[in-house]
């Protein structure tokens, strides 16, 4: 009989025997399988925090305590032990159960998360909270070894050793970076730290030594030094025992009674402890074992289903033996592997299965293209990456220019201060970031790169909809944002290849530089000679004598669908290609609004502040002189603010917010009928 169906939340783990614990496992592990064939999603780190989450729900009694998932993409486990088993199938659906932990969908998520490194400073808050209050819950905080490197998480855990803040960090090492050679001595020592015995004499030892007349403090100073010397030859965790955390490890992550036993030894010892947990990454299906970037989430690979455990490895005797084997080898074998290059906060995949028919190359592919071939010429094009060669297409870079591509891991703001820095030293730097992770280096973005003004290109990559990954991963919030930094041009292509274009334009300037483009595929167009193009200089796509629109970015092509869809109306449409939201082509866009029923901005972005408002600013600053523009009605387009954007395709997204064509079509005609509006010629154009 299957056990994941029957369960009503966590507690009832702690009825269930070993037997039916591995049974449990491998059912979790068939159903994110299976899911995530149809709907896509991070497939590869929810397999491997199985067991890891079993071991912490059965002894931690969610929701009275409190288990933070930093980034959170790895919460499938989580979301089907508490109640959310019988939605799973919805996973990313527009109104289904979300990605990522959100605090909407149940009690037993703690944090609406989505971005890696945030998880120890939510945990920290959660457990000074309890300790102010004279609270009693448990706090645990599961963070991944990419993850543990990001400026955030250094910052938390200097403060947690510094404040000693009682919590339990599990750090998941999936073998993508940190571990060391590990061995006998090393578990040995996790099992004295663990045991009352190591506490207490320890206590009463340094006690003692200090008593001693004279020497006393220098000996007990030369005694912890010697103790420290054994712990630290034996074992990996120097850099967390010298900020004051107890480090414990390294457990098999697919070993349920050893993750059990450490874990509730873990617990019962004072201040913060970290127990470094090593898992497989892609655990139980043999496809995801073998290419552990693949399967992450960005691009999978088309999936086959596993039958009755064969191939796919996630059958019953698979889950029998990953219950009790360690999954990587203790020899140091592993040290072979680079520092991790996909970030943990990579967005997921599409669905894929079946498998989509053949599309169009996206912009990001397109991007890197043109980037390589100019690097060709240009040795100062450096570029740049946190922690997303893959996603953001620059592995392609750095197989071509393995000496000018730098990952810096999940640190945006020194990428960004990195290049800034580059810049100074005469390189042309190019970082690749998302819209949405591009949001923590806003500071960097301001004080280093605009304040001296030097020609660093961001490639704002994601940029608009992202779609299933939801509320933490949409870009929509950067236009507004970089819109009012002085010396900073802000740019987007109205298709693939105008994108070429203006890579080419932002590296021949002596400034920073903006260039936001999509997810999207592209519209398939025949390649054309990129060139240069006049900064601040928009494009007139048509004239038209009633309404005129204003779109900045791919957007433009679904004005243009809807201009053609007016003009079966009667209304004569004029569109332009603003191409630049700064400097903007105020000229160009006030010269074609003169005389207008009706100007519209079109933008897949937040409305407010970003570039409808900047059309908005030229066009009430103009009307003060000019009697001829006083009278025209805009109407800006966009996401709409003061809500985040949930997850769903992006298609359906777009149709949700009436972004697409046949939406901003409907939007304009109400307008129009609102401001009693009739077109300049009465008769319908054929």
């Not at 305590?65 to 993409?73: E, M, Y």
């Not at 990579?346 to 299965?353: C, G, L, R």
Request: aromatic share 4%.
């Amino acid at each position: 009989m299957a056990i994941l169906p029957t369960l009503k939340g966590p507690a009832d783990l702690r009825g269930l025997s070993n037997g039916q614990l591995v049974q449990l496992a491998g059912e979790i592990r068939e159903t994110i399988i299976g899911t995530v064939a149809t709907t896509g999603g991070h497939l590869g780190s929810s397999l491997g925090v199985v067991e890891l989450t079993i071991a912490l729900h059965r002894i931690l009694e969610s929701p009275r305590d409190r288990i933070v998932w930093d980034t959170g993409h790895q919460a499938y486990p989580h979301k089907l032990l508490t109640g959310r088993y019988s939605r799973f199938h919805t996973l990313r659906q527009v109104g289904g159960v979300g990605g990522f932990p959100r605090r909407t969908e149940s009690i037993h998520d703690v944090f609406d998360g989505g971005h890696a490194g945030t998880g120890l400073s939510i945990a920290q808050g959660l457990a000074t909270a309890r300790d102010l209050t004279g609270g009693s819950e448990r706090i645990a905080v599961v963070v991944g070894d990419a993850a543990l490197i990001s400026g955030i998480s250094l910052e938390a855990l200097n403060d947690i050793g510094q404040r000693q803040t009682p919590m339990l960090i599990v750090l998941n090492d999936n073998e993508m970076s940190i571990s060391p050679t590990v061995g006998a001595l090393s578990r040995y020592l996790s099992t004295i730290k663990l045991s009352a015995a190591w506490r207490t004499s320890r206590t009463a030892y340094d006690d003692l030594i200090r008593r001693l007349p004279v020497i006393g403090e220098t000996a007990l100073e030369l005694s912890r030094r010697l103790r420290s010397a054994v712990v630290n030859f034996a074992q990996p965790g120097r850099l967390f025992e010298d900020l004051g955390i107890v480090y414990i490890g390294v457990v098999p992550g697919h070993n349920l009674r050893a993750l059990d036993e450490t874990f509730r030894g873990a617990l019962q010892l004072t201040g913060p402890v970290l127990v470094h947990v090593r898992t497989q990454k892609g655990k139980g299906y043999r496809p995801a074992e073998r290419d552990r970037v693949s399967f992450h989430g960005a691009a999978l690979p088309p999936m086959t289903l596993p039958v009755n455990g064969a191939d796919g490895g996630n059958g019953r005797d698979a889950m029998a033996a990953s219950a009790t084997s360690t999954p990587a080898p203790a020899d140091g074998s592993n040290l072979g592997h680079p520092m991790p290059t996909e970030s943990m906060a990579d967005d997921a995949a599409p669905p894929i299965s079946p498998a989509p028919a053949p599309k169009a190359p996206n912009y990001t592919a397109l991007f890197v293209a043109e980037l390589v071939d100019l690097a060709r010429t240009d040795d100062r094009i450096v570029a740049i990456t946190a922690g997303m060669p893959t996603g953001t297409g620059l592995n392609k870079f750095q197989t071509a220019f393995p000496e000018r591509f730098i990952d810096v891991g999940i640190a945006e703001q020194h990428a960004v201060t990195l290049a800034t820095g580059l810049a100074l030293g005469g390189r042309r730097p190019v970082v690749a970031i998302y819209s949405t992770f591009l949001q923590r280096a806003f500071d960097q973005t301001v004080h280093d790169v605009c304040q001296n003004d030097q020609p660093v290109l961001l490639a704002v990559d994601r940029a608009g909809l992202v779609g299933e990954d939801g509320t933490s991963h949409q870009g929509m919030f950067t236009i507004p944002a970089q819109r009012q930094l002085p010396n900073l041009i802000v740019a987007s292509p109205k298709d693939e290849q105008e994108l070429r274009s203006l890579l080419r334009t932002g590296l021949a300037q002596d400034h920073p530089f903006a260039l936001h483009y999509p997810r999207d595929p592209g519209f398939d167009l025949p390649p054309i000679q990129p060139g240069v193009l006049p900064v601040g200089r928009g494009e007139l796509l048509r004239a038209g004598e009633d309404v005129l629109i204003v779109g900045f970015g791919p957007i433009v092509a679904r004005g243009i669908q809807a201009a053609d869809a007016l003009a079966a109306d009667g209304w004569s449409v004029g569109v332009i290609n603003a191409r630049f939201a700064k400097p903007l082509d105020a000229d160009l866009i006030l010269a074609q609004a003169r005389g207008k029923r009706l100007v519209v901005t079109l933008e897949e972005s937040v409305a407010t502040g970003g570039f409808g408002s900047a059309v908005l600013e030229a066009l009430e600053s103009a009307r003060l002189s000019d009697a001829g523009l006083r009278d025209i009605p805009l109407e800006i387009i966009g996401i709409p603010a003061g809500a985040f954007v949930d997850h769903g395709s992006v298609a359906d997204l777009r149709r949700n917010l009436r972004l697409d064509a046949e939406g901003i079509t409907e939007r304009i005609r109400e307008t129009l009928l609102a401001i009693g509006a009739q077109p300049a010629r009465s008769s319908i154009p054929t």
